[in-house]
């Protein structure tokens, strides 16, 4: 009994300081990350008025954006001397006076270090800080214009690996009164299954937490094992949840930046393009133009509009519109957005064949939205098979924990997604077609996942794509 007390007591704690490790360094990490994205985010905003060196305005600017977990913010020019920061920092010389970036520093690197400043609100009180520091460079020039420097408060970081802590002394100390009671109870009973208790939480302590510990026993040690199997499925939800919320904020950073690009670009091109448009216009409308004159300027206007095409796409892309919700049947939209396409599955020969389960429920959705996001992908099924292929759509339903979702799953013949590009077919502007921006999948997801659904492409040993779309069933409280 002592020496499997002793064990249980043992292999809990080293659980519980693996787990502890490893969730404190992905808090540190993500806090990291997230001062990175701060820093690259004030870099963007402030960019143009530190390129003309008007301090007086980024100096405004960081001062709006000082708050309690945003410590201090210091732009440093080329020569590596300040430019711009906010008062409470100035008095910090040997903080604001240099930087510490490296000088031959690339686009990418970073410094990162920790500090303790006196608090100004309460003198005599220190006040730990993350300093975090990047190098500002343009988008496709090889020479860096100078750093950002900004100090981010330690105080919510620390919050959070108390709370973890507790957390994991709760969860450990849980599964440790269950572990000894069992032991107490069941004590000659209690040698194999440990061995594989121990086995299976060894492997969860190193961070598998999609290992489950397999004991079939309705004793205390099933109990246990159990609890360790809750453990590791709450941990696993956990660990998702920060991905998701990591991607949400760089999707997010990435949209907003996105948007402020597509406002400047339609500001900056719309007005003179108008102008050129108007006159090759006013020129064609000559009767002395010779053919060769007229065919130029038919270029030139075609060339007009796909610049337009393009800053409407990005527009429409980068714009929350709402939704027009109603009650659809999908097989509906679906053979809708077929007949939209049928003059160029005709020219090309393409069979499509669908398989559609018996009674599917009504779908609460924006037709025309959906119908977008179907027709994105059959153009692009159409484009990638060879005359003569063919299209396959299928639709059913499943049931999970979260409710009934519609499945449709569009698949064709074609030569399929690359491996290289499999991770990035998702990405705003990331194309391979030579005459596409690469906004239709990017869409197709904001769509989806306006209506609470989800879409991916589905990799099989089969040839050709396949995207497979889940929509609920029931619109969502």
């Not at 594989?196 to 999609?210: A, E, H, W």
């Not at 709402?322 to 009650?327: G, K, T, V």
Request: aromatic share 6%.
């Amino acid at each position: 009994m002592m020496y499997v007390t002793a064990l249980l007591v043992g292999l809990v704690a080293i659980i519980l300081f693996v787990v502890e490790e490893r969730e404190v360094q992905a808090i540190f990490e993500e806090h990291k990350d997230r001062g990175i994205l701060t820093a690259e985010y004030l870099v963007q905003l402030n960019l143009e008025p530190f390129l003309w060196g008007d301090n007086q305005n980024v100096e405004e600017d960081i001062e709006r954006r000082i708050d309690q977990n945003l410590i201090y913010v210091i732009f440093y020019d080329r020569s590596q001397k300040p430019f711009a920061a906010n008062d409470f920092i100035k008095e910090y010389h040997s903080i604001y006076a240099d930087s510490n970036l490296n000088p031959e520093a690339e686009k990418g690197d970073y410094f990162l270090d920790t500090r303790a400043i006196s608090a100004e609100e309460k003198p005599g009180r220190l006040l730990r800080v993350m300093e975090i520091e990047v190098p500002i460079y343009l988008e496709g020039s090889p020479m860096k214009f100078g750093s950002v420097k900004i100090g981010l408060s330690l105080e919510e970081m620390r919050a959070e690996e108390f709370k973890t802590r507790m957390m994991l002394i709760l969860i450990g100390c849980g599964g440790l009164i269950i572990g000894v009671g069992g032991a107490a109870l069941m004590a000659r009973r209690i040698t194999k299954p440990l061995n594989i208790l121990v086995d299976g939480t060894f492997k969860i302590s190193r961070g598998d937490f999609s290992q489950k510990i397999l004991i079939d026993s309705q004793d205390e040690i099933g109990d246990l094992a159990q609890s360790f199997n809750d453990m590791s499925y709450q941990l696993q939800l956990t660990k998702e949840r920060m991905e998701a919320a990591n991607r949400r904020l760089l999707q997010a950073e990435k949209l907003a930046s996105i948007g402020r690009i597509s406002a400047s670009i339609a500001h900056e091109i719309r007005n003179p393009l108008t102008s050129v448009k108007l006159n090759i216009q006013k020129v064609m409308e000559s009767e002395n133009l010779e053919k060769a004159e007229r065919e130029h300027l038919e270029i030139s206007q075609e060339g007009i509009g796909h610049i337009e095409n393009f800053i409407k796409q990005m527009l429409n892309f980068t714009r929350i519109s709402e939704l027009q919700l109603n009650h659809f049947g999908i097989e509906q939209i679906i053979d809708e957005s077929i007949k939209m396409v049928r003059n160029t599955l005709k020219l090309k020969e393409v069979q499509v064949a669908k398989d559609v389960q018996e009674k599917l429920p009504q779908v609460f959705v924006d037709g025309d939205k959906i119908r977008q996001v179907i027709l994105n992908i059959l153009h692009n099924a159409c484009e990638a098979v060879d005359k003569g292929g063919e299209i396959t759509i299928r639709l059913d339903m499943l049931k999970g924990r979260r409710g009934r979702k519609v499945r449709i799953r569009i698949s064709d013949n074609g030569p399929g997604i690359p491996k290289k590009d499999r991770e990035n077919i998702f990405e705003p502007f990331y194309t391979t077609k030579s005459t596409g921006i690469g906004l239709g999948l990017a869409n197709a997801r904001k769509i989806i996942e306006q209506h609470k659904g989800s879409i991916r492409a589905v990799f099989t040993k089969e040839q050709g794509a396949c995207f497979e779309i889940l929509i609920p069933c029931e619109e969502e409280k």
